[in-house]
C-alpha cells in the first residue's frame, strides 16, 4: 500500500487536533485511546507516562476546571513512512477566567506517530514549554 505525504500530513493533523479537543474537554478516556498501548506522554517540568493506562492517570489531573483552549497551529511533518510518522507543532494554551481569556503558556509538540492498518496514533509525544 502506497500512502503519500498528504495522506500522512492529512492523519497526523486529525491526531494533533483530536488531542487539543480531547484535553480542553476533559476527555482524558479519548486522549489516552489516541496512543498507543505502549505510547509515551512526556512533559517537561511535569512527568512521563509509559502506557495509556498511565497516561489516563497522569492527564486526569489536567481536567479543566473552568473554560481553557489549546490552540495548536504550524504543525510540520519533519519525517514520514508508509507506517512513521514525526512532526512538530506549535502551541498556545488559554484559560478563561472573571476578565476574559488569557495566554498562560506557549510551547512545541514533538511528536511520532505510527500506523497499523488504516489508524494512526501517538508513539510519543514531548511537550515543552517556552519561558
Same mark, same amino acid.
Request: aromatic letters at 10%; zero cysteines; hydrophobic letters at 40%.
Given at each position: 500500500?502506497? =500512502?503519500?505525504?498528504?495522506?500522512?500530513?492529512?492523519? @497526523?493533523? #486529525?491526531?494533533?487536533?483530536?488531542?487539543?479537543?480531547?484535553?480542553?474537554?476533559?476527555?482524558?478516556? #479519548?486522549?489516552?485511546? $489516541?496512543?498507543?498501548?505502549?505510547?509515551?506522554?512526556?512533559?517537561?517540568?511535569?512527568? =512521563?507516562?509509559?502506557?495509556?493506562?498511565?497516561?489516563?492517570?497522569?492527564?486526569?489531573?489536567?481536567?479543566?476546571?473552568?473554560?481553557?483552549?489549546? $490552540? @495548536?497551529?504550524?504543525?510540520? @511533518? =519533519?519525517?514520514? =513512512?508508509? #507506517?512513521?510518522?514525526?512532526?512538530?507543532?506549535?502551541?498556545?494554551?488559554?484559560?478563561?477566567? #472573571?476578565?476574559?481569556?488569557? @495566554? *498562560?503558556?506557549?510551547?512545541?509538540?514533538?511528536?511520532?506517530?505510527?500506523? *497499523?492498518?488504516?489508524?494512526?496514533?501517538?508513539?510519543?509525544?514531548?511537550?515543552?514549554?517556552?519561558?
Amino acid at each position: 500500500m502506497s =500512502t503519500s505525504i498528504e495522506s500522512v500530513s492529512a492523519r @497526523v493533523h #486529525d491526531a494533533v487536533a483530536a488531542y487539543a479537543q480531547a484535553l480542553d474537554a476533559g476527555r482524558i478516556g #479519548d486522549l489516552a485511546d $489516541l496512543f498507543w498501548p505502549d505510547g509515551v506522554a512526556e512533559i517537561a517540568g511535569i512527568g =512521563t507516562f509509559e502506557g495509556q493506562e498511565a497516561i489516563r492517570e497522569g492527564y486526569a489531573s489536567f481536567v479543566p476546571t473552568q473554560p481553557q483552549l489549546h $490552540l @495548536v497551529a504550524n504543525t510540520v @511533518v =519533519t519525517s514520514w =513512512t508508509e #507506517d512513521e510518522a514525526t512532526a512538530v507543532s506549535n502551541l498556545a494554551f488559554f484559560q478563561r477566567g #472573571d476578565s476574559g481569556w488569557a @495566554v *498562560q503558556l506557549v510551547g512545541r509538540y514533538d511528536d511520532t506517530l505510527r500506523r *497499523q492498518n488504516d489508524e494512526w496514533r501517538f508513539q510519543r509525544r514531548v511537550t515543552t514549554f517556552q519561558p
